[in-house]
C-alpha cells in the first residue's frame, strides 16, 4: 500500500513540475496573456511600439544590443513564441556569432546548426530543449532570435480543440 501512494504522489509531483515547465525571456515565463507578458517586459524598460488583437511589438535593449523590436506572439490567447529582431546591428554576422556563443553557453551545443548551406546567405542555430526551442537566424541580411515555447503552445491547442 505505501509502495502505491508513493508512486502515485511521485506521478503528480512530475506531473506538476511538467505542466508549469516553460521557456524564459528575460527570466519571464513564455505563459499566460499577451497584456501580462507586455507589462512585465515594460517594467523592465522596454516602450510599446505596436499593439495588435494577437501580438505587441516593443523596443528596447536586449543582450547588450540596443533598439531591439521584441515580438510577443498568442495562439488562442496564450503566449507562446518571442522574438527579437535586432533592427541596428552594424555586422549581422559578427552579432550572430556573439549571440550565437552566448546561447551556447548558457544552453550547451547546438541541436542543429546550418550556416550558409544552400549558398542563399541565411544561417540557422537551434537549441532544442524540454521546454521548447530557441531559434537563432539570418535571413535577408536579418537577425531573428526566437524563443518557443511547446508547453504553452500545447495550452493553446488544447483550448482550440477542448469543444471538437
Do not use: W
Request: one cysteine or more; glycine letters at 6%; aromatic letters at 14%.
Amino acid at each position: 500500500m505505501k509502495k502505491i501512494i508513493l508512486l502515485m504522489m511521485l506521478c503528480f509531483i512530475s506531473m506538476g513540475a511538467s505542466a508549469q515547465d516553460h521557456l524564459k525571456f528575460m527570466n519571464i515565463p513564455i505563459s499566460g496573456s499577451l497584456d501580462d507578458f507586455a507589462k512585465k517586459l515594460e517594467a523592465k524598460g522596454f516602450e510599446p511600439y505596436q499593439v495588435e488583437d494577437d501580438f505587441i511589438s516593443l523596443t528596447g535593449p536586449y543582450a547588450g544590443y540596443n533598439n531591439c523590436f521584441v515580438y510577443i506572439y498568442t495562439r488562442y490567447s496564450i503566449v507562446y513564441n518571442i522574438e527579437v529582431y535586432f533592427a541596428y546591428v552594424d555586422d549581422v554576422h559578427s552579432a550572430y556569432n556573439d549571440l550565437r556563443r552566448r546561447l551556447g553557453l548558457k544552453y550547451g551545443a547546438p541541436s542543429h546548426v546550418d550556416d550558409n548551406t544552400n549558398g542563399d546567405g541565411s544561417y540557422r542555430t537551434s537549441f532544442y530543449l524540454p521546454a521548447g526551442e530557441i531559434r537563432l537566424t539570418i535571413e535577408d541580411n536579418n537577425l531573428d532570435l526566437n524563443y518557443y515555447d511547446t508547453n504553452s503552445y500545447n495550452a493553446a491547442i488544447g483550448v482550440a480543440t477542448s469543444d471538437l
